[in-house]
């Protein structure tokens, strides 16, 4: 590639590898060679003519020409080298002076570099012939290209080019351009002049590239954040002002515009005290200096708007900066219904006052500047004081209340007390005459202001709710036990399941040691430890309400007596034992077995509570709970109750132990002394039952239980107190469906043993589709009720479908309501409870088939 001398002295240009540069020189630069060729040429001929001249003139003369000849050559060489030394000179100069334009080359180059933007030249085919490092970076190394390829994609210049209308007008021109590199946009602002050379001719294009990216970014998120500013603004629900400190209005919104009827240019027009009432005082002018004073201001005005109308407006006012000078941001918000029901509300109040003494509460009515408070009647009847006359007293409030409500009810009443709630309004405790506490749910309202909004007056009322707050205390205590049952349940299911396999093992070890004393005591003392931890599940059963009940009706009497056979192993001869019984022998639908259990964990609890001598005396006895009964004390129903005491001269409880003592696994004995089962089973029962248990404690003076259980008309039914003798050998085909493979292939060995066939089933599914095969040859089908995929209830219903007189047994360490509820039980088909038994699994097997 080659390059004309006009363009080479145009830029600062560093050589490319394959570059070939012509040495054009100018007129000026060819001087000394000129006159060295001219006078060697005009010498050389003067020479050789005169020397012509002279042989013609003396031709005979035979060293004559040889003597012009050298004389000419020795005057050729002579004034040569003369010339040489003079041209050398300039020569030398001329290389002086290019050095120095070559500095001044770098130095331009330096001040390229310092403007901070990207510099291109352009020839005027618009062929990239300069870039400086900046551009580079920018854009790529794209010297010897056409602009409008590179940058735009195109195959001739663009119509609106900057540096096209350059050379057209000989003017500096701008523009902006953006580049996609495929990922994101880039921006660029271009500057394009003309640059001319000394007789003024446009030789090429200077264009300053800089990017502006960023400061696009920058203005997008200004414009966006102006229109969200403006979006909030117009939409605002209250009337927004802009004013400047000395009058007149910067901006308003659109609500403004809707709320007065002006349009905004009107408004624009306007000053604040144009919107105010004659003769008002209150206005956002009157108020600007106070404004400007503490920073912000909230006070109430009225505002005329253009119909005429006064509207009652409350006024938010604060300092800002807006567009670089000091302005008032205003926030009018109408007022009217609040100014309507403030009016009602007075209006009312005396018929409130009066209203409020029929109801039975309290009125209290506090003069703050004074500091003096008005108790009624009434509110010193709530606390016992009746016609008891004590002294005014302005912190009397303050000593009454309970220290630990004492802070936050006051911090309540003080942000009433500046306007920050409408209502003040607390529950609390005071204490009463007699020193004890009562709840209190406290109500009131600043009835009177100044005119600076300084509270003048408080009027409240007490009303007692120490009742309802025990019974919220009730049902947290109920709905705590719930949770912890549902627990206990799920915990005894699957224990009950480990149970069943140890248990069962046990029966065929004991069955194959016979005659083994002494291995057969060991394994005797694992069927001890397992009968114990059996009996652990069923505590937690009851205590979780999931335990099967066989309720029938019982003569309460009786089961006392019978449980009192049992009380001389469990009550040492220093504690003395009464029994007193009702007459009659009140009935109760319950389960014996579970009553019983009940007297003893109570008698057990109470002998526990007696540290050396003492006494505990168990009563039955009848009661009528009314509707009175029932609703202040929050429990039972209305009718008759079979009531069972147990009271004992032990050291009493306090409150908090007193409020605990149901709680499972919560004991106040030794550790290895006590489970905290007991209690908790004893309340889990009960409410099985449908009952309800109170406690009363005094601390040195003996505890006292009481249990109500709905009593009943019907006479008792016989109990059966026969005990079944060890079933003989069985025979015939059951079916065995149980998801636990322990407990799966234990059974049916035990069944195996004892000379059933088995069919086995891992869930209800497979179940059901052996049922279908072997349907006619089945005797027994043996379920358990919880199982994956499908549960023993549900094939249990699929079985009977298929054949309606099948004989089924359910197996569960827990049914929940699954079997009570759903009917299975009530429909004649029996439940063998885990941990299985084996004898009384095979006994109750035996009585189905037969």
């Not at 909030?232 to 009827?261: K, R, S, Y």
């Not at 206005?283 to 005429?308: N, W």
């Not at 109040?349 to 109801?359: D, N, P, T």
């Not at 006895?621 to 004390?633: A, G, I, L, P, Q």
């Amino acid at each position: 590639m080659t390059k004309s001398k006009s363009v080479i002295q145009l830029q600062s240009y560093k050589e490319e590898p394959g570059t070939v540069w012509e040495v054009p020189m100018s007129p000026k630069n060819r001087i000394p060679l000129n006159i060295v060729t001219a006078y060697a040429v005009f010498g050389a001929a003067w020479i050789f003519l005169s020397d012509i001249l002279l042989i013609h003139l003396f031709e005979n003369s035979p060293y004559i020409m040889r003597l012009e000849i050298l004389k000419g050559l020795a005057y050729v060489a002579l004034t040569s080298f003369g010339l040489y030394l003079l041209v050398r000179h300039h020569v030398r100069k001329l290389l002086k002076i290019q050095a120095t334009i070559e500095g001044e080359r770098a130095r331009y180059e330096a001040m390229v570099l310092a403007i901070g933007d990207g510099v291109s030249v352009q020839d005027t085919d618009f062929r990239i012939i300069y870039q400086n490092s900046i551009l580079q970076e920018l854009t790529g190394k794209l010297i010897g290209q056409h602009c409008f390829t590179v940058y735009e994609g195109k195959t001739a210049v663009c119509d609106d080019c900057p540096l096209k209308k350059a050379f057209n007008d000989g003017e500096i021109h701008k523009a902006e351009r953006c580049i996609s590199d495929g990922e994101a946009d880039r921006y660029f602002h271009l500057t394009a002049s003309p640059v001319r050379d000394s007789q003024g001719t446009i030789i090429a294009g200077l264009e300053i590239v800089r990017e502006i990216t960023s400061q696009k970014a920058l203005e997008e998120r200004l414009a966006h954040s102006e229109r969200k500013f403006r979006m909030l603004f117009d939409h605002a629900p209250d009337a927004i002002f802009i004013n400047l400190p000395d009058g007149g209005f910067l901006e308003v919104n659109e609500m403004t515009v809707q709320w007065l009827g002006y349009t905004r240019q009107e408004l624009m027009a306007m000053h604040p005290r144009d919107l105010s009432p004659p003769g008002q005082s209150s206005g956002i002018s009157e108020k600007m200096d106070e404004v400007l004073m503490h920073g912000s201001l909230v006070f109430e005005t009225a505002t005329v708007a253009r119909d005429g109308s006064i509207i009652p407006t409350e006024v938010k006012a604060r300092v800002i900066q807006y567009e670089g000078q000091q302005a008032v941001l205003c926030y009018y918000r109408d007022i009217t219904e609040r100014k309507i029901a403030e009016k009602s509300f007075r209006e009312s109040e005396e018929r409130w006052q009066f209203a409020l003494e029929g109801s039975g509460d309290g009125v209290w009515d506090w003069d703050i500047a004074s500091g003096r408070v008005y108790y009624s009647e009434q509110w010193k009847n709530i606390l016992g004081f009746g016609m008891y006359q004590f002294e005014q007293d302005e912190n009397l409030w303050e000593k009454l209340v309970h220290p630990d409500d004492k802070e936050w009810v006051l911090k309540e009443i003080k942000r009433h007390l500046r306007s920050e709630t409408p209502l003040y309004m607390t529950e609390h405790r005071l204490r009463c005459r007699d020193g004890t506490f009562k709840w209190i749910l406290d109500r009131g309202k600043v009835m009177a202001r100044s005119e600076d909004g300084t509270p003048l007056r408080m009027v409240g009322t007490y009303t007692d709710i120490t009742d309802r707050k025990r019974l919220e205390d009730q049902l947290r205590q109920a709905q705590k036990m719930e949770a912890v049952g549902e627990l206990a349940g799920g915990i005894a299911h699957d224990f009950n399941n480990i149970l069943t396999a140890i248990i069962g093992r046990i029966y065929l070890l004991q069955n194959r040691l016979a005659g083994n004393n002494e291995l057969l005591a060991h394994a005797d003392q694992i069927a001890y430890a397992a009968d114990r931890a059996a009996n652990l599940t069923k505590s937690l059963l009851a205590f979780s309400r999931e335990q099967i009940m066989n309720p029938r009706r019982i003569h309460l009497n009786e089961t006392v007596q019978r449980s009192a056979k049992l009380f001389s192993k469990l009550i040492p001869e220093n504690i003395e034992i009464n029994i007193s019984l009702s007459d009659p022998d009140p009935v109760i639908l319950a389960d014996e077995v579970h009553i019983e259990q009940v007297l003893i964990n109570l008698v057990a609890n109470a002998r526990d509570a007696i540290p050396q001598d003492g006494s505990i005396h168990i009563a039955t006895e009848t009661t009528y709970f009314d509707e009175k009964f029932v609703s202040s004390h929050g429990y039972g129903r209305v009718g008759e109750y079979a009531v069972i005491s147990v009271s004992d001269t032990g050291t009493g409880m306090d409150q908090k132990t007193k409020s605990r003592i149901f709680e499972p696994f919560f004991t106040t004995k030794e550790m290895g002394k006590g489970t905290g089962l007991g209690l908790a089973i004893v309340y889990g029962t009960i409410k099985q039952h449908n009952g309800h248990i109170t406690v009363y404690s005094e601390i040195g003076v003996g505890t006292t239980i009481r249990i109500y259980l709905p009593r009943i008309a019907e006479d008792a039914d016989n109990a059966d107190g026969e005990e079944m003798e060890r079933p003989p050998a069985g025979k015939g085909l059951i079916l065995l469906a149980e998801d636990e493979d322990a407990v799966r292939t234990l059974t049916k060995t035990i069944l195996l043993e004892s000379g059933y066939r088995v069919i086995e089933a891992e869930n209800g599914i497979k179940a059901v589709e052996l049922f279908q095969q072997h349907r006619e040859e089945i005797d027994l089908v043996l379920l358990d009720v919880i199982m994956p995929r499908m549960n023993g209830k549900e094939a249990g219903d699929e079985i009977l479908r298929s054949k309606p007189e099948t004989k089924i047994l359910f197996m569960s360490g827990y049914t929940g309501d699954m079997l009570g509820q759903q009917g299975l039980l009530s429909s004649g088909h029996g439940l063998i409870q885990k941990p299985l038994r084996p004898r009384d699994m095979l006994t109750i097997i035996r009585e189905t088939l037969s």
